[in-house]
């Protein structure tokens, strides 16, 4: 059985910078993408980055050039490095692990597993 645990958040000023990890303490296979998602409260879930077997990443226009993924899907590891960060930034973020990808990497439709959450709280 797969399963996903994240670790890393906390709180954090503006600017600050923080960052996540996720791992896989189960049964490990070679996934087809890992991703991050987060949820602040009232709001749906959202993509947040992606990265694929082949080493390929995807991110949200909102944290481009701000947050940058790493990870490796043989283990089905995860990381997230989030920079200049804002309060905006502030949500449960959750990492997500796919076993066969069916459309584009950001929907949700993709992971068949997730973790529980982390908090991620960027104080202004």
């Known amino acids: 059985q797969v399963q996903l645990a994240e670790s890393g958040g906390g709180l954090v000023q503006a600017g600050g910078s923080l960052r996540v990890s996720c791992a896989n303490s189960?049964?490990?296979?070679?996934?087809?993408?890992m991703a991050w998602f987060r949820q602040a409260p009232g709001q749906e879930r959202e993509f947040v980055a992606a990265i694929t077997e082949s080493g390929n990443t995807n991110y949200a226009d909102s944290v481009k050039g701000r947050f940058t993924i790493s990870g490796d899907n043989a283990k089905n590891t995860v990381a997230l490095q989030m920079n200049t960060l804002k309060p905006e930034d502030t949500a449960v973020y959750y990492c997500?692990?796919?076993?066969?990808?069916?459309?584009?990497?950001?929907?949700?439709?993709?992971?068949?597993?997730w973790g529980q959450g982390t908090q991620v709280t960027v104080s202004s």
């Open positions: 189960g049964r490990t296979f070679t996934s087809q993408a």
């Open positions: 997500a692990c796919s076993s066969r990808l069916l459309t584009r990497l950001p929907s949700r439709l993709n992971y068949n597993y």
